[in-house]
Each structure stands twice: as C-alpha cells, then as structure tokens.
C-alpha cells in the first residue's frame, strides 16, 4: 500500500500547493506589479493611465518631502528598535521567573488592543497644546507645561514614536518571555552553581541562547517601523508642514489626497524596495553571524 501511495502523492502535489500559490499571487503579486506599472505613468484615477517612463522617480529625487519623509523613516527605524524592543526584553527578563510576575507583565500588554486609530484618538487628547500632559505639568509646577509636543519636526517624530512605544511593548514582552520559557535551564542553573548572576548569566548564558527569537523579533519591528502609517495619520496627519511624515503617509497622501496615482504609485515601489532591501541585509548579517559562531 505504501508503495502505491507514493506516486499517487508525488503525481498531484503541485495540486496540493497550487491554491496557496494562486492566493499569494492575486493578493501580493499582481497588485506589486500593477502599483510598479502605474509607478511608469502619469495617471489621476479617472482617465488612462500615460506611460511617462521614469519621470516620477526622478521627480522623487527632488521632492523635499521626500527627504524629510526619509530622515523620519530612519528615525522610527532607530527608536522602534531602542524602545519597543529594547524595553521589551528588559521588562519580559526583570518579570520573568519572578512571583506574580504575569500580574506585572498585564499593564504592558493591555494597550496593544487597541488598533492605531484608536491608540492615535486617544494620545491625541494628551499631547495637545492645551492637552493632558501639558496641564498635568502645569498643576504639578514642572518645567515644560506648554509644550508643543506635536507642533515641530523632529521632535513631533519622537513623540509619535514613544506613542508607538506604549502600543508595542507588551507584545515585545510577550515574544520574549516565550523565548526565555524556551530556554533549557540546564545551563542556566550550572551557570548558577558557578557563581554567575545578574549581568553576567543574562550576557553569556540568556542572551546567546535567546538570539534566534531576537532575530525575528528586531525583523518582525524593523518592518512595521518602515511601514508605519496609522498612528502618524490620526494623530498629526504628518503634519505640521509634513514634518512628521513617513514613507507610508507620503505614499498615502500622494496617491489619494492628491491624486496623484502614479507619483504615490513610485513612492511605495521605493518604500516596498527599503523595506525588501533592510531586511535582506538585517537577516544576512544574521546568518553570517551565526556562520562565524559555528
């Protein structure tokens, strides 16, 4: 029987992958190669599309916007990595194997269910002008009660960011401690017995061994921090003057507040390139790395 099932098996198994295939390329593909194609023409999203070769990428080169677009990108990239993730392993190591710690984990967890709009609604409230913060600080006497958290670039980034931050900690958290559960605690416990603590046992026994999840955790927050858009459009619009704006709104305002299909159309083809191109590069220093250690 075994032997008969084989090639009955091998006979149809592009039948057995052929739907997900087909799903992948209607959902990803064709849409990717459409957006380049408009990203070629001059095209309102009314009348046909004019093929104008390269003529909006070279537009791209001299768009301002686009640069400070870029300088915000990075900065989101940066403080995605230091805050989201690097405060995330340190909450999930300081909470975890610790008494109650879950109950201490919980207040980090519960912000991430709410979506950006949301999340972008309520902050709006408190990084107003005349906001929450600001009359907290004044009623507590501290410097920095008018504020204008969101008025100037780049600090309105920065502050976007630390909103990103109290989003995205908890699942951070969350992916580490299932990584630190993970760990064998056969070498934990012999470092113990050989003196190490603190510092050094999370340096030279914790860290090595949870690398592998690090990875895909610092992938998993480098793609959403170039891809970020939600969040910057609830809450200033990237505005004021465009200051706060991303990749994604750039993409976002060209195309459908201007109408200016083919222009946002060559904005994404660049964002889609980053994006493609930051992590090629991220996971084949990853894979040297590992290489190098074996």
């Known amino acids: 029987?075994?032997?008969?099932?084989?090639?009955?098996?091998?006979?149809?198994?592009?039948?057995?992958?052929?739907?997900?295939?087909?799903?992948?390329?209607?959902?990803?593909?064709?849409?990717?190669?459409?957006?380049?194609?408009?990203?070629?023409?001059?095209?309102d999203g009314l009348t046909s599309p004019e093929f104008v070769g390269l003529k909006n990428f070279g537009a791209l080169l001299h768009d301002p916007a686009l640069l400070t677009s870029l300088r915000n990108t990075l900065l989101w990239?940066?403080?995605t990595l230091l805050l989201p993730v690097g405060l995330g392993l340190l909450v999930a190591v300081l909470s975890y194997d610790v008494?109650?710690?879950?109950?201490?984990?919980?207040?980090?967890?519960?912000?991430?269910?709410?979506s950006g709009a949301g999340l972008g609604l309520?902050?709006?409230?408190?990084?107003?002008?005349?906001?929450?913060?600001?009359?907290?600080?004044?009623?507590?006497?501290?410097?920095?009660?008018?504020?204008s958290f969101l008025?100037?670039?780049?600090?309105?980034?920065?502050a976007l960011v630390v909103v990103w931050t109290w989003q995205q900690l908890g699942v951070n958290t969350l992916l580490f401690v299932?990584?630190?559960?993970?760990?064998?605690k056969t070498p934990i416990e012999a470092a113990r017995i050989d003196g190490a603590s603190g510092w050094q046992l999370f340096r030279h026994?914790?860290?090595?061994?949870?690398?592998?999840?690090?990875?895909?955790?610092?992938?998993l927050a480098l793609v959403a921090s170039l891809k970020?858009?939600?969040?910057?459009?609830?809450?200033?619009?990237?505005?004021?003057?465009r200051s706060s704006e991303t990749l994604g709104v750039t993409m976002y305002r060209d195309t459908f507040v201007a109408n200016d299909y083919g222009y946002g159309s060559a904005v994404a083809v660049l964002l889609t390139v980053v994006t493609g191109l930051a992590s090629f590069l991220y996971l084949r220093t990853q894979v040297r790395k590992e290489d190098a250690r074996a």
């Open 77 to 79: 990239v940066a403080g």
């Open 205 to 219: 026994i914790i860290w090595p061994l949870m690398r592998p999840l690090t990875t895909v955790v610092v992938g």
């Open 178 to 184: 299932v990584g630190l559960q993970s760990i064998p």
């Open 228 to 241: 970020t858009f939600d969040i910057v459009w609830v809450l200033t619009q990237g505005g004021p003057g």
């Open 1 to 43: 029987m075994a032997t008969r099932k084989a090639p009955l098996l091998g006979r149809f198994r592009l039948g057995y992958v052929s739907p997900a295939v087909l799903f992948v390329a209607v959902l990803l593909y064709l849409p990717f190669l459409w957006t380049a194609y408009l990203s070629l023409t001059k095209y």
């Open 151 to 158: 008025q100037y670039g780049p600090g309105n980034t920065v």
């Open 122 to 147: 309520v902050w709006s409230f408190i990084l107003t002008k005349d906001g929450v913060a600001n009359q907290l600080l004044g009623a507590l006497g501290l410097p920095g009660g008018h504020t």
């Open 99 to 114: 008494k109650g710690g879950t109950w201490l984990r919980l207040p980090f967890m519960l912000p991430y269910a709410l």
